[in-house]
């Protein structure tokens, strides 16, 4: 099995920024793909950025720009860097993983999300 810790959100004022992170451990033999979502209040869970295994990245036009991810190889850890933060952006923020395990086969594991909410 695979689990994934979320930390880094919390209350910010708008124009202000936060860092997420996601801690992947268990059995994974690689990353694939790393990625993060967002369900905002009342709404469906959207997709922000991702990050594959060889760099290339891409976020949601509503965040480019403001938005980074980046990981930790060594440490199977993907972050998401928020500048210039919105209201709008107010959320529960999950991580997705994609990856090889150990035995063979391949899956996605979802962390159980970090609320961020922002607010003057």
């Known amino acids: 099995q695979v689990q994934l810790v979320e930390s880094g959100g919390g209350l910010v004022q708008p124009g202000g920024s936060l860092k997420l992170s996601c801690a992947a451990s268990g059995s994974i033999r690689s990353i694939n793909y790393m990625r993060w979502y967002r369900q905002g209040p009342g709404k469906e869970r959207d997709w922000v950025a991702s990050l594959t295994s060889g760099g290339t990245s891409d976020y949601v036009d509503s965040v480019k720009g403001r938005f980074t991810i980046s990981r930790d190889n060594a440490k199977n850890t993907v972050f998401l860097q928020m500048n210039s933060l919105k209201p709008e952006d107010t959320a529960v923020y999950y991580c997705?993983?994609?990856?090889?395990?150990?035995?063979?086969?391949?899956?996605?594991?979802w962390g159980r999300g970090t609320q961020v909410t922002v607010s003057s």
């Open positions: 997705n993983v994609d990856c090889s395990l150990v035995w063979g086969g391949r899956s996605d594991f």
